[in-house]
Nanobody, 121 residues
Framework: QVQLVESGGGLVQAGGSLRLSCAAS????????MGWYRQAPGKQRELVAT???????NYADSVKGRFTISRDNAKNTVYLQMNSLKPEDTAVYYC???????????????WGQGTQVTVSS
């Protein structure tokens, strides 16, 4: 059984910063891409940022220059540093990971439970 547990969400004023963390635990052999997605009320879930096992990042245009994704492979943890937050960043943020439970298993996708980020104007 694999779990992704997020932390770090909360309420912040526009222009402020938050740091999200997501730790993967359980039966894990290797983790490929890890990432963050978000879903605002009434909208579809969208990509925020992803990072490969080799630490190559990819960002949505809306967060480039403001958000930074990083990961600690030894801790199976991915982070999202969010600076210069805007009200339109308000959403539930979900952690995502593609990982293998054993050397012989396929890559399966897992999601965290989500953490609320609210940016007030």
């Amino acid at each position: 059984q694999v779990q992704l547990v997020e932390s770090g969400g909360g309420l912040v004023q526009a222009g402020g910063s938050l740091r999200l963390s997501c730790a993967a635990s359980g039966s894990i052999f290797s983790i490929n891409v890890m990432g963050w997605y978000r879903q605002a009320p009434g909208k579809q879930r969208e990509l925020v940022a992803t990072i490969t096992s080799g630490r190559m990042p990819n960002y949505a245009d809306s967060v480039k220059g403001r958000f930074t994704i990083s990961r600690d492979n030894a801790k199976n943890t991915v982070y999202l540093q969010m600076n210069s937050l805007k009200p339109e960043d308000t959403a539930v943020y979900y952690c995502n990971a593609g990982l293998k439970g054993s050397m012989w298993s396929r890559v399966d996708e897992y999601w965290g439970q989500g953490t609320q980020v609210t940016v007030s104007s």
